[in-house]
């Protein structure tokens, strides 16, 4: 995400739902399983088909094995219809927001058939066209795992999108993904290409015609940006086609959403160059390396921010990135006369509602750590360590702490106070250093 845009994504959802189990025959096998809870069951892939006309969807769900039976996903609002395997009915029981399931230890891909409806808190599915389900809504939309540290690969089809229209969508995500990465848009959309990059990458971007202007300046230096990062971080994960998509989230909300390989833009922001490029990074940072605990956030917003000015630095208009730098700087002095704002790494995992971080300071504080450590280790020698944290962790999660090793591991230099000074606390250090 480019910033918060706290009137679209600080509305809570309502998750509720009664009680339902499935139904089973009197002569059922007395040897099915019944429903069994188990939120850490594994699962490997999903495949949807949306039929945006019925409101209606298919999930096949691929589940890993386990040390015992049973699977729980995450429904949201989600009319459940039926739960199969090899064409035989699971039982199922539903608790408000979750869907147990009765299944054995065994690897076992499941077809779930489910009815949907339109959120427009940002919060599932929008009748204006487009999906936004981060951070935890996914089960507004689809049967899912919400944290991102549970991966998944996923293919997606949408079906009858309104005459004249069009969907926009990743027909597939071929490498372990965030839930709340897979998206769709639906409108009268144009496509453009931007050319590929020196590793073969097509980038894209689908706007209203009527943007042709606004598409122009904010994808001026694009496949470039992209093909720096490819270069100087690693090779990109999820696609050979990417780019940018422009989400009419409507109420004059600004910013974009990580739903690479095709990330959302709010419409109000296709002229603004950082926002295509910090969508663009976090195919790096925070999909292509996922948040361990939504603690880490900084992780991905930090880094995605650090790139945001340091590609349009290398590939942008003279004097683009002093802009961009001086403009951080900025708005770090703004924290400092406000105390600090907040602390941007918070000391747990799993206890922090992602929501309650989601301000201005772990995109500030996050971008501004990463200068400091970059400016004690060289900058060459940061790029090296970077890289090789991205390669550390390919399709994996990791978090500050996984970043902090690896910038020992690479140079020698322990940037662990460092990263305490800076995200760890409310105060700013005194000097934009690391000691």
Request: hydrophobic share 45%.
């Amino acid at each position: 995400m480019r910033r918060p845009a706290l009137a679209l994504l600080l509305a809570a959802a309502a998750c509720g739902g009664d009680d339902a189990t499935s139904a089973l025959d009197a002569g059922a096998d007395a040897a099915v399983i019944p429903p069994t809870a188990d939120v850490t069951r594994d699962v490997v892939a999903t495949g949807l088909t949306i039929d945006l006309a019925a409101m209606s969807g298919t999930a096949v769900i691929e589940l890993g094995a386990s040390a015992g039976p049973g699977a729980s996903l995450e429904v949201g609002d989600l009319d459940i219809r039926a739960v199969r395997a090899d064409g035989v009915d699971v039982p199922f029981a539903r608790t408000g927001a979750q869907l147990d399931l009765g299944v054995g230890a065994a690897p076992v891909a499941i077809t779930i058939d489910y009815g949907w409806r339109y959120h427009d808190d940002s919060d599932g599915a929008a009748a204006a066209g487009f999906t936004l389900t981060w951070p935890y809504y996914c089960g507004n939309v689809f049967p899912c795992r919400s944290l991102p540290a549970d991966g998944s690969r996923f293919t997606l089809a949408v079906t009858n999108p309104p005459s004249g229209q069009t969907a926009v969508y990743p027909a597939t995500i071929p490498t372990d993904a965030a839930a709340y990465q897979l998206a769709w848009a639906v409108g009268p959309y144009v496509r453009t290409s931007l050319g590929r990059t020196t590793a073969g990458t097509e980038v894209v971007v689908w706007a209203y015609a009527n943007e042709a202007t606004a598409v122009t300046a904010g994808t001026k230096h694009l496949r470039a940006a992209f093909d720096w990062m490819e270069q100087h971080l690693g090779p990109y994960r999820f696609g050979a086609e990417v780019g940018s998509v422009s989400a009419h989230w409507g109420g004059g909300a600004y910013g974009g959403m990580e739903h690479h390989p095709l990330w959302h833009v709010a419409s109000d922001a296709m002229g603004d160059e950082s926002v295509h490029v910090h969508e663009a990074a976090h195919g790096w940072f925070g999909d292509g390396i996922r948040l361990k605990c939504w603690e880490d956030f900084v992780l991905s917003e930090g880094a995605a921010t650090y790139y945001e000015a340091r590609v349009i630095e290398e590939v942008g208009d003279a004097g683009a990135g002093t802009a961009a730098w001086a403009a951080l700087d900025q708005e770090l002095a703004n924290l400092r006369a406000s105390g600090g704002g907040a602390i941007a790494w918070p000391q747990s995992c799993g206890q922090v509602d992602v929501l309650t971080i989601f301000t201005r300071v772990p995109y500030v504080k996050g971008a501004l750590f990463l200068r400091a450590v970059e400016r004690k280790i060289g900058r060459a020698m940061f790029d090296a360590t970077m890289r090789q944290f991205y390669d550390a962790h390919d399709g994996e999660a990791a978090g500050v702490a996984d970043l902090v090793d690896a910038v020992r591991a690479t140079s020698g230099y322990d940037a662990a106070a460092c990263a305490q000074a800076w995200l760890a606390q409310r105060a700013i250090p005194t000097d934009l250093t690391c000691p």
